[in-house]
């Protein structure tokens, strides 16, 4: 049972994290419910589609079906991160003004709540989907009584997930507002840089990359990414015990387009420049 | 016109981003697949056979995993670099690239505790 919870609570680490953070980043903004439930139901749903298909998707594009789909979807919460960001930049502040007169529900907001809720349903959808194939491996395989006790095992795990999203939030939510939108920007920014560079480790696995293949570090003797701890800070900065130098790079990369273009689109300052 | 300006702000963004996507992908090439030798592993009743295959060092070469059980695996080697699922009845295959020699451990992540095995590259 216990195996059972460790292996689904891992592997939710990740979603339970990020929907926290996005239900911290979207307070107050009119049908956030919606949309972030939205997002867990439609991620939920492809897991197990997911699940079902998982040999038709190994298959694909000559064997490497899997690392393309995860790169791909992992790529599009990069972009959707990062377009977060961006528009928090230029309109943060109508927000934060809209919120002190309007109370608590702004409307403003919507336009970013989709981008939020792809995001959602991506993590929900690659952590997911692996849980869904474990469990669906106990479920057939166990010995009919120690089936139900790993399926125990699995449904805390889950409770468990869920617990991590609520620490998340009630951690966040108690930023004062006016640093909130720093503190978020930061954390959403390397969020984006992280599953950007798992992204390259699975385009590295596909060959698809092949530049720059070699290990920058071994760092799995201090802090393992398999840890519990390392799994956070795998998902929260992109820890890796052992980052290629392209994830890196990509690393790198991310993090800098992004601080340029959140510049970039910056809401002008109150007295209008002369551009 | 201020409309009109974010928009082109906008579009140079995003084909900025674009840009620097095509580069990753079109500097790197695939690897040519040469004669490659290829390491073949079967997993049933969750265990990997052969637990210690060997692979020849500084050169490319393919896994092949075949999972001979009924439930899904999850092929995994942090050392190796690769992370992959098995379906049950499944089979993968994965390019590895060149490898310096040395002892590469693997196992299925969701049996962790019984499906450890050895790649010797030597």
Redesign the interface.
């Known amino acids: 049972m216990l195996g059972a919870l460790i292996i689904v609570f891992r592997e939710v680490i990740e979603a339970g994290l990020i929907v926290g953070i996005a239900m911290a980043v979207t307070r107050g903004i009119h049908g956030r419910g919606y949309y972030i439930s939205g997002g867990v139901a439609v991620g939920v749903f492809g897991a197990c589609l997911v699940g079902a298909f998982i040999n038709t998707i190994s298959g694909a594009f000559e064997g490497v079906g899997q690392e393309l789909f995860n790169a791909g979807i992992l790529c599009v919460a990069v972009i959707m991160l990062a377009w977060h960001n961006i528009w928090m930049a230029r309109h943060g502040r109508e927000i934060a003004v809209e919120m002190r007169e309007a109370g608590e529900a702004v409307r403003t907001g919507a336009s970013t709540l989709m981008g939020l809720a792809v995001v959602v349903a991506v993590a929900v959808l690659r952590e997911g989907s692996e849980v869904a194939l474990f469990l669906y491996g106990i479920l057939i395989a166990s010995a009919p009584g120690s089936a139900m006790s790993l399926l125990v095992g699995g449904i805390i795990g889950l409770a468990l997930g869920a617990f991590v999203t609520a620490l998340t939030y009630g951690g966040l939510v108690r930023i004062p507002s006016r640093y909130l939108f720093g503190v978020t920007s930061v954390l959403i920014a390397l969020l984006a840089a992280g599953l950007a560079s798992q992204a390259v480790a699975f385009l590295e696995q596909a060959d698809v990359i092949t530049l720059l293949p070699d290990q920058l570090w071994d760092s799995s003797g201090i802090l393992s990414d398999t840890s519990i701890l390392g799994r956070v800070l795998h998902t929260l900065i992109g820890y890796s015990d052992h980052p290629s130098a392209m994830e890196a790079v990509i690393y790198v990369a991310t993090l800098a387009v992004i601080a340029l273009l959140m510049k970039l689109f910056a809401h002008p300052a109150p007295a209008p420049s002369a551009r | 016109m201020k409309q009109h300006y974010?928009n082109s702000?906008?579009f140079r963004?995003l084909a900025?981003?674009l840009f620097?996507l095509c580069g990753?992908?079109t500097?790197?090439?695939?690897?040519v697949s040469q004669e490659a030798a290829i390491v073949k592993l079967t997993l049933k009743n969750h265990r990997f056979d052969p637990a210690e295959p060997h692979a020849p060092a500084n050169k490319p070469f393919t896994i092949e995993v075949s999972n001979l059980?009924?439930?899904?695996?999850?092929f995994e080697s942090?050392?190796l670099?690769?992370?992959?699922?098995?379906?049950?009845n499944?089979t993968?295959?994965?390019?590895m690239?060149a490898l310096a020699p040395g002892r590469y451990r693997f196992f299925d992540?969701?049996h962790e505790?019984t499906t450890e095995g050895f790649l010797v590259v030597q």
């Open positions: 974010t702000h906008r963004a900025l981003s620097l990753v992908t500097f790197s090439q695939p690897a059980d009924g439930t899904p695996a999850e942090k050392t670099r690769v992370e992959k699922v098995v379906a049950a499944g993968i295959s994965l390019q690239r992540d969701y505790d």
